[in-house]
T-cell receptor, first 118, second 115 residues
Framework: GAVVSQHPSWVICKSGTSVKIECRSL??????MFWYRQFPKQSLMLMAT?????????EQGVEKDKFLINHASLTLSTLTVTSAHPEDSSFYIC??????????????FGAGSRLTVL | AQKVTQAQTEISVVEKEDVTLDCVYE???????LFWYKQPPSGELVFLIR??????QNEISGRYSWNFQKSTSSFNFTITASQVVDSAVYFC????????????FGGGTRLMVKP
């Protein structure tokens, strides 16, 4: 089945640094990927929709200059948390849409990346 | 706007008990998709089921079963003879029009199965 790889699975960084998280579709092409954020004991909230070759669409309240999304190829989207602060500490999960030949669209989630900002 | 409500934030049962996790949704789309995911402590989301709005048949998969009631906008999930390994957070989610669209998640239900 479809596999989405996220890297790194966990990262600890100092306040003020930038962190890049990669989301790769391993065996299919994904023109659309979604980035979610999950704070401890809370639900997943959509941050942005990443579209290959164009700008990402951000949800209300998500700072696009802080959370930079790049979807430069059909198999890779990256989320960069710029100038990270402790309040950015969270679990970030991506999902990729696979456009199957049958016409059905299937979402596959990555395993998530846990960011801790000291 | 879409909304998914999981009224039960935490449920605790003893092993072998049956347990039902409730999910109520709101959407204006005529075509939509409902999902259930399991999130164990490790964090990854494990896909359990996807249901489209035109298919109201209940489904059973081993100890898992799902009851889709369009009339009450509910998509409840039952685990029969629960096991300790079922302990996790379970999320109900909704996408409109296209199963590959972004998902709106419910708040999640933390299930604790005690031996």
């Amino acid at each position: 089945g479809a596999v989405v790889s996220q890297h790194p699975s966990w990262v600890i960084c100092k306040s003020g640094t930038s962190v890049k998280i990669e989301c790769r579709s391993l065996d299919f092409q994904a023109t659309t990927m979604f980035w979610y954020r999950q704070f401890p004991k809370q639900s997943l909230m959509l941050m942005a929709t990443s579209n290959e070759g164009s700008k990402a669409t951000y949800e209300q309240g998500v700072e696009k200059d802080k959370f930079l999304i790049n979807h430069a190829s059909l198999t890779l989207s990256t989320l960069t948390v710029t100038s990270a602060h402790p309040e950015d500490s969270s679990f970030y999960i991506c999902s990729a849409r696979e456009n199957q030949a049958s016409g059905a669209n299937v979402l596959t989630f990555g395993a998530g990346s846990r960011l801790t900002v000291l | 706007a879409q909304k998914v409500t999981q009224a039960q934030t935490e449920i605790s049962v003893v092993e072998k008990e049956d347990v039902t996790l409730d999910c109520v949704y709101e959407t204006r789309d005529t075509t939509y998709y409902l999902f259930w995911y399991k999130q164990p402590p490790s964090g990854e989301l494990v896909f359990l089921i996807r249901r489209n709005s035109f298919d109201e048949q209940n489904e059973i998969s081993g100890r898992y079963s799902w009851n889709f009631q369009k009339s009450t906008s509910s998509f409840n999930f039952t685990i029969t003879a629960s096991q300790v390994v079922d302990s996790a957070v379970y999320f109900c989610a909704l996408s409109g029009n296209n199963a590959g669209n972004m998902l709106t998640f419910g708040g999640g239900t933390r299930l604790m199965v005690k031996p």
